[in-house]
């Protein structure tokens, strides 16, 4: 698609259209962008008859693109500040606080280099690998939602527009969970949280079986809020594929390990495009979780069973073979019918896109630092 001329552009707003969403979707979507004093929505607008302008607060724009730039190098700070503080957060407040706790006299010690491996009593440990898990997420998605201020109808869309493509994509993370988890899970430093369970001694079966709950389902739902919830939606209005790919590299460098970022970058990228097939953050959240079982049931298998063991066949190739089956099943199905098609008009490259919101200071700082934790922790293991 050519990039349109300034004379034939109305209003950026209007003639942008997200796609699988319902017509209040929209609505309150354009309202959001049309807020008055909203730094982080991309409008501009001009009647050629008029030379009437309209733009982010009283930056003054000469063209669409040039106010896309501004507005995501907006969004490129407020997301790099904010996982920065995820950075921060996971690395240094988790010590601090493990520090003040023994101090006052709580039973806990923790490895302050490589995986962060809490040591003490049982429900202690659980309590503080939970609490900051929720910390971390929570903090900085506390942070980006106040600053938005995006209404729940957008941030988080809830209704499932296609109900074929919400089944593909259970299908494609049980095949995609399989696959790539049995190549990585030995591998995995994020399965830290999961390795403490199988050392606990002593410990009440409820304390485990609330522990095992909070990883498998609470996490994730927060880890969709942040990522597929305030960071998607606002970056959509430059274009799902752009949204896709900024979401997919953000998540995937928060694994810090090099065979965690390939595997959550590879499961961000189908959750984000079944999500926008769906039109349903719900779609995320269940996929995510549904990832997670498979996780901490491969954990399961590496620890206690083994290749072609009774555990493996029923958690691991028969819902291969059950996403297989539906895979096929599905497509050889008479489709939905086809949305009518709008395509939306291009103001900024993809590559111009990536470039104003990835070199602004914040999101350089972020990036690298993901980048060197990547690298460290793959020479010391």
Same mark, same amino acid.
């Given at each position: ?24 979707? +929209? ?25 009437? &302008? ?11 693109? +040039? ?13 790099? !500040? ?19 706790? +023994? ?9 302050? !280099? ?18 900051? +898990? ?72 409820? !304390? ?18 942040? &990522? ?5 939606? %606002? ?73 072609? %063991?009774?555990? !493996? ?44 919101? &990835? ?23």
């Amino acid at each position: 698609m050519q990039l349109p001329t300034e004379e034939k552009l109305l209003d950026v707003v209007e003639e942008f259209e997200v796609p699988n969403q319902s017509a209040a979707y +929209q609505t309150s979507y354009r309202k959001w962008r049309r807020r008055k004093n909203n730094r982080y929505a991309f409008r501009f607008s001009k009647n050629p008859k008029e030379a009437t &302008f309209s733009e982010n607060q009283a930056v003054v724009s000469d063209s669409p693109a +040039q106010a896309e730039n501004i507005a995501l190098r907006t969004l490129g700070i407020l997301f790099g !500040w904010s996982l920065i503080l995820y950075l921060f957060i996971e690395n240094v407040v988790d010590k601090v606080v493990v520090l003040i706790a +023994q101090y006052m006299g709580v039973h806990i010690e923790m490895v302050y !280099w490589g995986e962060s491996r809490y040591y003490g009593e049982d429900q202690v440990v659980f309590l503080f690998t939970a609490a900051l +898990q929720l910390l971390k997420i929570l903090v900085p998605t506390l942070v980006i939602l106040l600053a938005l201020r995006m209404p729940l109808r957008i941030s988080v869309p809830l209704h499932v527009q296609s109900k074929k493509q919400f089944l593909l994509g259970v299908a494609a993370v049980m095949l995609l969970s399989v696959t790539v988890g049995s190549l990585l899970v030995s591998r995995s430093a994020e399965l830290e949280k999961y390795r403490l369970i199988s050392e606990v001694n002593s410990s009440e079966g409820h !304390w485990i079986i609330l522990y095992i709950l909070f990883t498998v389902f609470a996490a994730p739902l927060f880890w969709e809020l942040l &990522f597929h919830g305030c960071m998607f939606q %606002s970056l959509r209005q430059f274009g799902d594929p752009f949204a896709v790919c900024a979401v997919t590299i953000l998540a995937a460098l928060q694994a810090h390990n090099l065979h965690d970022t390939l595997r959550i970058g590879l499961l961000t990228l189908v959750i984000s495009y079944f999500m926008v097939k769906t039109g349903s953050f719900l779609t995320a959240v269940i996929l995510r979780i549904i990832h997670e079982i498979y996780m901490f049931s491969l954990f399961q298998i590496e620890s206690y069973g083994g290749i072609f %063991s009774l555990q !493996w066949w029923i958690i691991v190739l028969f819902p291969c073979a059950i996403g297989l089956l539906s895979l096929a099943a599905l497509f050889l199905r008479k489709g939905d019918a086809p949305a009518a098609k709008h395509e939306n008009p291009v103001y900024m490259t993809f590559l111009d896109k990536a470039t104003a919101f &990835f070199t602004c200071l914040p999101m350089v700082i972020e990036v690298i630092t993901c980048i060197l934790l990547i690298v460290i922790t793959s020479v010391l293991g």
